[in-house]
């Protein structure tokens, strides 16, 4: 009896040696991938800031035109005679500068004289509150500096709600009820408020003016142009994404799996990606160009509404792309060797309508009208010999078994025919056609029967069985991807006059026969300019 509990005592000890090992094992190893990823960090950080500067430099320049504002402002608290004049206050030109100073120049201009206005605008109606106030006497001076507070507090969060200052002036209308509640309300208790408020719009000012001259003057980056370049990089990535997916379409299906597994990223999805997320973009860069001074070498008038414009047919099509696409993930799918038959002329149609979308990106990229030619007889050709190849296979796109079930209806109505006679030469019932079953009716009495059987179990596998039970055309699908190419050339006509109204508006240079090269690399080097916009966060 004692050895068999000792045999168990020297069990559970090494079991438990044993559990302390496999305890020790996995915490070696979870130190050693700690200490790895912290090895890794640091260079995974500088691998993240040298990839943000090399995509677009103008952010390293950005960052040094802020870090030199601040220097600039914070000179008035650092130099005694500066901090002399103006004392404390001076830390209101650093708030400026932090809030105001933006990426481009016309966000800059927009958030700066909103700023400025609204102080301003607080500061005298102030004054004059201020003014009246003193002389009510000392009683009825809380009365009237409440009720003042009451109706401009109100009136100024009822004016938001317009939609011309909710889009051109929210940002002043706030600044200026926050400096009219500071100013109105200390006034009661501090005696030296005017000279306050007088420093901080002074410090307020300069602060605007730092950042009025590092926007506009030091390397600036305008509004319009950001605009420009978006649309051109919305322009170039629909054409790729076009392309790129009718090539996917007709590929062979091990090309398809080993592009995925190449990279995560779908370049289907990465070039219309931008025009479907582009709406707030082009509405808040439309309405900073619409700030910005005529800084054009001829001074012509940027056409920032009709880039909108343009931003949302662009979107539109945009659409269309994104059903081409969900045409290659659809659950039912033409047989690769019925795609075969139409290969050629789809993917000779998509290659003209992306060189049509590239043509309009060089044309607006160089601000030229588009050549003549843009809708070419390559294009109209294309989509002949599209139509060409569906009407030359009929048999595809009207069911294969049509012939089997003409004669099937004609053996029912002989069947049926049958049964009249019989009926009148007996004086019998109705007539019957229970002999002759459709698949729609065999599908159905098997459905009741397994319902009847197991009414209480879900068949997901009924939906497919119905879809492969109905005679459907194998070129169906195709023929949904075919509708849809087409239509990217209908909505090609429409992008065209966006475009060349743009033109006419902006006064881009005539076309000029050479100016139609259109090089297009494999791995085009384009700057998503949507990245370049900073949110703001809060007020001061």
């Known amino acids: 009896m004692f050895p068999k509990v000792h045999a168990g005592m020297d069990m559970e000890m090494n079991s438990n040696m044993d559990c302390g090992k496999s305890k020790g094992i996995i915490g070696e190893k979870s130190m050693r991938i700690l200490v790895d990823k912290m090895k890794k960090y640091p260079v995974s950080i500088w691998r993240t800031m040298w990839k943000v500067g090399r995509d677009d430099p103008r952010r390293v320049i950005h960052a040094v035109k802020v870090g030199l504002a601040l220097t600039l402002v914070s000179l008035l608290y650092l130099l005694q005679p500066l901090f002399t004049g103006i004392g404390q206050n001076a830390i209101w030109a650093v708030m400026t500068v932090v809030v105001v100073l933006e990426f481009t120049a016309g966000a800059t201009l927009c958030k700066g004289l909103n700023r400025g206005l609204g102080t301003l605008l607080a500061g005298s109606l102030a004054f004059f509150i201020e003014y009246i106030a003193t002389e009510s006497g000392h009683i009825f001076r809380a009365v009237f500096i409440g009720a003042a507070v009451f109706l401009i507090g109100a009136a100024a969060t009822y004016i938001r709600f317009i939609p011309y200052i909710r889009k051109n002036y929210d940002y002043g209308v706030v600044i200026f009820l926050l400096t009219f509640n500071l100013i109105t309300v200390s006034s009661y208790r501090v005696d030296n408020v005017m000279k306050i408020a007088h420093d901080r719009f002074l410090t307020i000012a300069i602060g605007c003016g730092v950042c009025l001259l590092m926007s506009l003057l030091v390397f600036p980056n305008w509004s319009g142009e950001e605009l420009h370049s978006s649309t051109v990089f919305k322009l170039e990535g629909l054409a790729r994404s076009i392309e790129a997916c009718v090539n996917e379409y007709f590929s062979e299906q091990d090309q398809i799996e080993a592009n995925q597994d190449k990279s995560t990223k779908d370049p289907i999805y990465e070039g219309y990606k931008a025009v479907l ?74 290659g003209e309508v992306s060189k049509g979308l590239m043509e309009l990106a060089n044309s607006v990229r160089n601000r030229r009208h588009c050549s003549p030619e843009i809708l070419s007889d390559h294009l109209h050709e294309a989509l002949q010999d599209l139509n060409t190849a569906i009407k030359s296979q009929p048999r595809l796109f009207l069911g294969a078994n049509s012939n089997q079930a003409t004669n099937m209806l004609a053996l029912a109505a002989a069947h049926a025919t049958s049964q009249k006679h019989a009926k009148y030469s007996s004086g019998g019932g109705g007539v019957s056609l229970s002999s002759v079953k459709t698949d729609s009716s065999a599908l159905m009495e098997w459905k009741s029967k397994r319902e009847s059987s197991e009414r209480k179990f879900l068949r997901p596998q009924l939906s497919k069985i119905a879809i492969t039970s109905v005679e459907f055309s194998e070129a169906l699908p195709f023929a949904a991807f075919a509708a849809l190419l087409v239509e990217t050339v209908a909505k090609l006509d429409n992008v065209i006059e966006e475009v060349e109204e743009m033109g006419r508006i902006a006064c881009f240079k005539e076309y000029q026969h050479g100016d139609e090269n259109i090089v297009v690399s494999d791995k085009p080097q384009v700057i998503d300019v949507t990245q370049n916009q900073l949110p703001s966060h809060g007020v001061d």
């Open 277 to 350: 997320d582009s709406k707030s973009f082009d509405e808040t860069m439309a309405l900073h160009a619409s700030w910005e001074p005529r800084h054009s070498r001829h001074c012509y008038r940027f056409p920032y509404q009709q880039y909108v414009k343009l931003g949302n047919v662009l979107r539109h099509f945009g659409y269309t792309v994104v059903a081409l696409h969900g045409c290659l993930r659809t659950e039912i799918q033409t047989p690769r060797s019925v795609r075969g038959l139409f290969k050629d002329p789809c993917i000779r149609l998509a």
